[in-house]
């Protein structure tokens, strides 16, 4: 670090800084919700992994026994991501969320039959949506829980229309990836619960900014990516432990039997990247210590969430004082508020403004982000989407206001 980075609240952010060797003041990332920096110790703990025991598991010599033990420590401190008590026997391990999903879809479907009904949005990601829709060839009914056009929120009221006798699962987004809002994950598990089906959580887009709590929210399969968490490029998935054994094999036909996240698991999972994505679980650790948390991770969050309110409060007053531009989602900067900010501005294709902040060595993006039934919705597809700017505590005030610097002469000004 090479400058003093200014932080709202009790944030160490030199410090947090230090942590993630791409992070340089010339260039600024502002493209998290695509992938995040991964952290020092993430990037140490893979070429560990790699050089010391690159073997195959389950043998008796020393460095496949020591594979092992590591590999099962480094599951419990990844499970622990997902909340208070989750074991490492509920969580199932792949290279992506988009993966995890197809094979949930693929596991579940055999159990269920004709005339049978999956509820998915339109404001998802599309990888909680299509391995849904595919089901429909196999005669699963698909019903879609729309984003309310008045508020831009998926709203219970519209779920509980769509429930019925026939629901087996509710699959939805925790937070959108283009409009920052989170869901009120605890109130749609109850009510679909009551009504005798489960949930399949999208959580990609709220697990790098708030902690989880799958079990005391009541969710039976959550799924996030590791590398939007200051990790390695691979993704966990949450299955309610009563779950798991009710689900299809997907591996090997002579572990029909076996119970547990291996039967999600075909093959095996990436050893390395589950190794070094325990990394994550330790720096919050490391953070929650020299903030006073006393063996959980709580006053971590909260410097977290207090860092990114106020990064998406400083940003989201510029974009709301510019009178050619919509804010999409909550012009308002808050806990339930994510610092992934999307705008359109009336004067400007979203595809124009990108290429002004790539001068100024600032990454943000343009598009529907694999969300395009969500842009369409929003009338945007002929707009090319939206122009989103993703943020991480790790990001500065500075560095706001630098963005702010480079788009104010693009942005300002009367609408069109
Ligand atoms: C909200 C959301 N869900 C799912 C995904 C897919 O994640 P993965 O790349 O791990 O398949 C993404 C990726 O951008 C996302 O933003």
Redesign the pocket.
């Known amino acids: 670090m090479t400058s003093t980075s200014v932080g709202p609240g009790p944030l160490p952010v030199d410090w947090v800084r230090q942590q993630f060797p791409t992070l340089t003041d010339a260039s600024i990332l502002m493209d998290n919700?695509?992938?995040s920096a991964p952290l020092g110790r993430v990037v140490d703990r893979l070429a560990e992994y790699m050089r010391k025991w690159p073997v195959q598991l389950g043998a008796s010599y020393a460095e496949s026994a020591e594979a092992e033990r590591r590999l099962l420590s480094a599951r419990t401190a990844v499970a622990s991501l997902m909340g208070e008590n989750t074991r490492e026997d509920e969580i199932v391990v792949a290279?992506?969320?988009?993966?995890?999903?197809s094979r949930l879809a693929r596991s579940l479907a055999p159990g269920w039959h004709e005339g049978d009904e999956v509820i998915v949005t339109d404001a998802?990601?599309?990888?909680?949506i299509t391995p849904w829709r595919r089901l429909a060839e196999r005669g699963i009914r698909v019903r879609e829980w729309s984003l309310n056009q008045d508020t831009r929120r998926l709203e219970i009221d519209d779920l509980c229309s769509l429930l019925n006798d026939r629901t087996r699962l509710v699959c939805f987004?925790h937070?959108?990836?283009v409009l920052g809002g989170a869901v009120d994950v605890r109130a749609v598990c109850a009510t679909v619960h009551e009504a005798g089906a489960r949930t399949c959580v999208?959580?990609?887009?709220?697990a790098p900014h708030r902690p989880l709590a799958v079990k005391d929210w009541g969710v039976d399969y959550y799924?996030?990516?590791l590398?939007?968490v200051l990790g390695p490029?691979?993704?966990v998935m949450y299955c309610r432990n009563t779950e798991t054994p009710g689900l299809a094999n997907l591996n090997h036909m002579f572990m029909d039997d076996y119970e547990g996240p291996g039967r999600l698991e075909p093959g095996a999972f990436p050893y390395e990247l589950l190794y070094a994505a325990a990394g994550v679980p330790d720096y919050l650790d490391e953070l929650g210590a020299c903030l006073g948390d006393d063996g959980d991770r709580t006053q971590a969050w909260s410097a977290v969430a207090t860092q990114e309110t106020c990064l998406a409060r400083r940003l989201l007053e510029f974009l709301d004082a510019q009178p050619a531009v919509e804010i999409m989602g909550s012009a308002s900067a808050g806990p339930e508020r994510m610092p992934t900010i999307s705008f359109v501005s009336r004067r400007h294709l979203s595809s124009d403004i990108p290429a002004i902040c790539d001068c100024h060595g600032i990454g943000i993006r343009w598009g529907h982000?694999?969300?395009p039934r969500l842009i369409d919705r929003l009338g945007l597809t002929k707009r090319n989407g939206v122009v989103r700017v993703s943020m991480l505590h790790y990001n500065t005030v500075q560095e706001v206001d630098r963005l702010i610097g480079a788009l104010e002469p693009a942005l300002r000004g009367r609408a069109a």
């Open positions: 919700a695509g992938g290279s992506s969320t988009t993966s995890l999903i998802d990601h599309e990888a909680n987004t937070a959108s990836n999208d959580g990609v887009a709220y799924a996030f990516s590398y939007k490029h691979c993704a982000f694999y969300a």
